[in-house]
């Protein structure tokens, strides 16, 4: 069985290479982007990734402006979304249900469960 794919945007390199090393251990392919410019690019040369961890602040393009651009674009649609972010009153309203968001620091083991579910 082929391992579930996983694109990591976040503009840190230590939570980025965290988030990857956690991730790979579990059995995913990790793909990592700095931004959600970068993160646009990425989507349009690999597969299509089972879920995107998204950082909502970054430069370039932040994790909102990424998400309008993903709804836009018909062959980005559809793929689940995990937040991460400091910012957690920031992100109420994001259609991402209950579960769909972690904060930072992260709780990789909530990582792990919610990454888990979303790929199932």
Do not use: S
């Not at 990790?30 to 040369?45: F, I, K, M, P, Y």
Request: net charge negative; with cysteine; charged share 30%.
């Amino acid at each position: 069985m082929k391992a579930k794919t996983i694109l990591v945007v976040d503009d840190d390199a230590d939570i980025r290479e965290a988030m990857k090393v956690v991730l790979k251990r579990e059995g995913y392919e990790v793909v990592t982007a700095t931004n959600g410019q970068e993160a646009l690019d990425v989507l349009r040369q690999i597969a299509r990734p089972n879920l995107i961890l998204l950082d909502l602040m970054m430069p370039v393009m932040d994790g909102w402006e990424f998400t309008l651009a993903m709804h836009m674009d018909p062959n980005l649609t559809g793929i689940p979304l995990l937040l991460v972010t400091a910012y957690a009153e920031r992100a109420v309203g994001v259609e991402t249900g209950d579960d769909g968001m972690i904060t930072k620091p992260i709780d990789f083991e909530r990582l792990i469960l919610l990454v888990k579910k979303r790929c199932a």
